[in-house]
């Protein structure tokens, strides 16, 4: 049954930074370690529950100057999870991946907020995965995802989407067999993604939204962005028009 406090959309925050969060979240509370189960895991750091099913949770904690989401993904079957950005506050992202069994991370995008805790997790010994376009704007990087490609996660599947038009080599994440989608900031409750700084481009995101994300996924398909609160394909995509007339 799924959980997520699903915001109405926001038409007037689409080209910032959403940096409104934390409604409606769902806490979990600290335990005493002797009592943390494989079958039911409450970590020590808390975490909003953003959704969960028989099969997967969406733990998201919010981290860093311009409260960048990130978002562990993990399966209720083998306990084994992913990071999807590891943006911030490394202390706190290294005790969730200790407490949720975080054994890979990848990456939406390579700003630099997005990207500030990458030498500390893979210091750590976990693997930190982005495209080939935004390689480069990491300090160091263990593995390059590829379009169209999967990504293990116990028994979950994680699906590879690029998306480019906010950086190079945006990429969206979809859990298959969920409505789970998660946008980095290539998508957001009201519109895409900044397209101002010099490797950006509208009309790429535009493209990239409107063939990758909205002809693909089901209006029912919950988009959880880089910042801010979540959104659903259906809440969004009508609005396309509007944001390619205003051209934000
Ligand atoms: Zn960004």
């Not at 750091?45 to 978002?71: K, L, M, S, W």
């Not at 069994?101 to 990207?115: A, L, P, Y």
């Not at 900044?194 to 990239?208: H, K, L, Q, R, V």
Request: proline share 7%; net charge negative; glycine share 8%.
């Amino acid at each position: 049954m799924p959980t997520a406090g699903i915001d109405r959309p926001r038409p007037n925050q689409g080209n910032v930074l959403c940096l409104s969060t934390r409604t409606n979240p769902v806490m979990t509370k600290r335990a005493d370690p002797t009592t943390i189960g494989r079958e039911e895991v409450v970590p020590m750091a808390e975490t909003i529950i953003d959704y969960q099913d028989t099969a997967v949770e969406v733990h998201r904690v919010v981290v860093g100057p311009v409260e960048n989401n990130v978002y562990i993904v993990r399966c209720r079957e083998t306990g084994d999870s992913l990071l999807i950005d590891a943006a911030n506050e490394h202390d706190l992202l290294l005790e969730l991946c200790r407490d949720l069994h975080v054994g890979q991370v990848v990456e939406t995008h390579g700003h630099w907020d997005h990207i500030q805790a990458v030498e500390a997790v893979r210091n750590a010994g976990i693997d930190v995965a982005v495209t080939q376009a935004d390689a480069a704007m990491l300090p160091s990087y263990d593995q390059i995802l590829e379009d169209e490609s999967t990504v293990s996660v116990g028994r979950l599947r994680v699906a590879t989407i690029a998306t480019p038009g906010h950086t190079p080599g945006s990429m969206c994440f979809a859990v298959e067999g969920t409505p789970l989608l998660f946008s980095g900031d290539t998508l957001f409750p009201g519109g895409p993604g900044n397209t101002a700084p010099e490797d950006a481009d509208f009309g790429t995101i535009i493209t990239s939204i409107e063939g990758r994300l909205f002809a693909a996924f089901a209006p029912n398909t919950l988009v959880l962005p880089g910042h801010g609160v979540s959104t659903t394909i259906g809440a969004e995509s009508p609005h396309l028009d509007e944001w390619v007339e205003r051209g934000w």
